[in-house]
């Protein structure tokens, strides 16, 4: 059965701290991976990974995407109290379709 | 990317009775997904809505209980059919953005709560 595991499944930590989010799956037919953050109820998107070895950055975010060992990490660094959001992992798979994980409840205190 | 529209943003429901979502995307598109989010769990795939074709449900989602509708490429429904306090959750709709890397973009979703 296609999972998705992300770890942990919440982090309390204070602003300037940088945190780690793990992002593990078993999927046939991958496409792509892909982190959201969701504070209220729309998944904003951050970032799409299909190659391994190849950081992206945006701005204190950056992932990276390992597709012989199954996992992707979220890195934040810097953390602000804005950074305070559940954190979604998600493998795209097959043509079209998305599988996500239960996500990781980050929050940031002043 | 795209601009998605969905609506209501919120309501509260009797058991029983029936609640339609409505998608307007700012594009064409192909493909809609709507997902469901129940309180302290991750989203879940209900439906695939092609336009001009029989939406396509997950397992343990059927149309009876979820019908769509797509009548042109940029709008879509959902309806929650019967409802019942399990079907308290977030309702999102979603679309590829297949020409560029963003992946997929959400609505502003739908919180129903059922009473």
């Known amino acids: 059965e296609d999972k998705v595991v992300q770890s942990p499944l919440s982090l309390v930590v204070h602003e300037g701290d940088t945190v780690t989010l793990n992002c593990s799956y078993e999927?046939?037919?991958?496409?792509?991976l892909l982190w959201y953050k969701q504070e209220k109820k729309a998944p904003t998107f951050l970032f799409m990974l299909t190659s391994s070895g190849i950081e992206k950055k945006s701005g204190r975010l950056s992932s990276i995407l390992d597709k012989k060992e199954l996992f992707s990490i979220l890195n934040i660094t810097a953390t602000q109290t804005g950074d305070s959001a559940v954190y979604l992992c998600?493998?795209?798979?097959?043509?079209?379709?998305?599988?996500f994980g239960t996500g990781t409840r980050l929050q940031v205190f002043p | 990317s795209a601009v998605i529209s969905q609506k209501p943003s919120r309501d509260i429901c009797q058991r029983g009775t029936s609640l339609t979502i409505q998608c307007q995307v700012d594009?064409?598109?192909?493909?809609m997904f709507w997902y469901r989010q129940q309180p302290g769990q991750s989203l879940t795939l209900i439906a695939t809505?092609?336009?001009?074709?029989?939406?396509?449900?997950e397992s343990g989602f059927v149309i009876d209980k979820f019908p769509i509708s797509r009548p042109n490429l940029t709008f879509s429904t959902l309806t929650v059919s019967n409802m019942s306090p399990e079907d308290s959750s977030i309702y999102l709709c979603?679309?590829?953005?297949?020409?560029?890397?963003?992946?997929?973009?959400f609505g502003s979703g739908t919180r129903l709560t059922v009473v």
């Open positions: 979603s679309v590829e953005e297949t020409e560029t890397n963003y992946g997929y973009t």
């Open positions: 809505a092609n336009q001009g074709s029989e939406a396509t449900y």
């Open positions: 999927v046939t037919n991958f496409r792509s």
């Open positions: 594009s064409q598109v192909t493909m």
């Open positions: 998600a493998v795209g798979y097959n043509t079209d379709k998305l599988i």
